[in-house]
C-alpha cells in the first residue's frame, strides 16, 4: 500500500490532489507546527490583472509553536466575506461557476473557529467533485510523536505502508536511506502542470499555473477530473 502525507491547506493547487489521486491512503498531518505565510492559510486566484492572494487569517501571537490542529482562525476579520465576493468577481462569469459556488457560499456562511477543519472540509468536498476515492485518515489519530523523517516512516507503520508518495520538495529535506531501512519504497510525485481554459487570457502563452484548484474547477467543470489524468 502507498500512502501520502500532507499537511491540511486551504483552497489547494492542482499537485495535492495528484498525489491524493495516486495514493492508496492519504494521510492528512494536522499536528505539524502550522507556518504562517505559507499555504496553510492563503491560496492564490486568478483575476483579470494577475494572481491574488486569499488569506484566512489565523490567531498567531504567543503561539508560534501551534500545531496546525490548534491553529484558531481569526473571526474578527471579515475574510468569509472577502473571499466570497473574490469568487463572485473573478468567476461569476466563468462556465461553471453556479455548479460550484453554492459549496462555497455556504461554507462562507458558516462559522469556522479552527483552521484545518476548514481546509480538511474544503478538501474533501474537492475530492469528492473530482471523484478521487482515496481513504483519508489523520495523523492525530494515529498516536505518532516522532519528527521529520522518522515522522513519516511511522505513520507508514501504524498503517501498514510499504510505500511513501512523497512531492517533488521532498529530495531537500527527507533522508531517504531510512526508507529502505525501514522496509518502505520512497516514491516521488512527477507532476506536470497542465494548461487548460482560464479566464482572461489573451493568448495561450497567457495560462497562469499553480493557481487554487477551484480555478480549475470553475473554468472546465466535470472535464477537470480528465485534465488532471484521475483514473479510478
Known amino acids: 500500500m502507498m500512502i501520502s502525507v500532507h499537511q491540511p491547506q486551504y483552497l489547494p493547487w492542482l499537485g495535492y490532489f495528484d498525489k491524493i489521486a495516486k495514493s492508496d491512503c492519504?494521510?492528512?498531518?494536522?499536528?505539524?507546527?502550522?507556518?504562517?505565510?505559507?499555504?496553510?492559510?492563503?491560496?492564490?486566484?486568478?483575476?483579470?490583472?494577475?494572481?491574488?492572494?486569499?488569506?484566512?487569517?489565523?490567531?498567531?501571537?504567543?503561539?508560534?509553536?501551534?500545531?496546525?490542529?490548534?491553529?484558531?482562525?481569526?473571526?474578527?476579520?471579515?475574510?468569509?466575506?472577502?473571499?466570497?465576493?473574490?469568487?463572485?468577481?473573478?468567476?461569476?462569469?466563468?462556465?461553471?461557476?453556479?455548479?460550484?459556488?453554492?459549496?462555497?457560499?455556504?461554507t462562507y456562511s458558516g462559522?469556522?473557529?479552527?483552521?484545518?477543519?476548514?481546509?480538511?472540509?474544503?478538501?474533501?468536498?474537492?475530492?469528492?467533485?473530482?471523484?478521487?476515492?482515496?481513504?483519508?485518515?489523520?495523523?492525530?489519530?494515529?498516536?505518532?510523536?516522532?519528527?521529520?523523517?522518522?515522522?513519516?516512516?511511522?505513520?507508514?507503520k501504524k498503517v501498514k505502508a510499504d510505500a511513501c508518495l512523497s512531492g517533488s520538495g521532498g529530495k531537500a529535506y527527507l533522508e531517504e536511506d531510512k526508507f529502505p531501512e525501514n522496509g518502505i519504497k520512497l516514491a516521488y510525485q512527477d507532476f506536470h502542470h497542465p494548461a487548460y481554459r482560464q479566464q482572461f487570457m489573451k493568448g495561450e502563452n497567457d495560462f497562469l499555473p499553480f493557481m487554487s484548484v477551484v480555478d480549475l474547477l470553475f473554468n472546465e467543470g466535470p472535464r477537470a477530473r480528465e485534465i488532471l489524468e484521475i483514473r479510478s
Open 111 to 156: 462559522k469556522w473557529d479552527k483552521l484545518s477543519d476548514l481546509n480538511v472540509h474544503i478538501t474533501r468536498y474537492i475530492l469528492d467533485e473530482l471523484g478521487i476515492k482515496t481513504p483519508i485518515r489523520f495523523e492525530s489519530e494515529l498516536d505518532v510523536h516522532a519528527e521529520a523523517t522518522d515522522r513519516i516512516i511511522d505513520i507508514c
Open 26 to 106: 492519504f494521510i492528512f498531518l494536522d499536528k505539524v507546527q502550522y507556518k504562517p505565510r505559507e499555504f496553510q492559510n492563503r491560496n492564490k486566484i486568478r483575476t483579470r490583472d494577475g494572481e491574488i492572494w486569499l488569506t484566512v487569517p489565523v490567531i498567531c501571537k504567543g503561539k508560534y509553536k501551534q500545531g496546525i490542529c490548534e491553529a484558531a482562525i481569526d473571526n474578527e476579520f471579515p475574510w468569509q466575506r472577502q473571499h466570497s465576493n473574490s469568487l463572485k468577481a473573478w468567476y461569476g462569469s466563468s462556465p461553471f461557476f453556479g455548479k460550484y459556488f453554492p459549496f462555497f457560499e455556504e
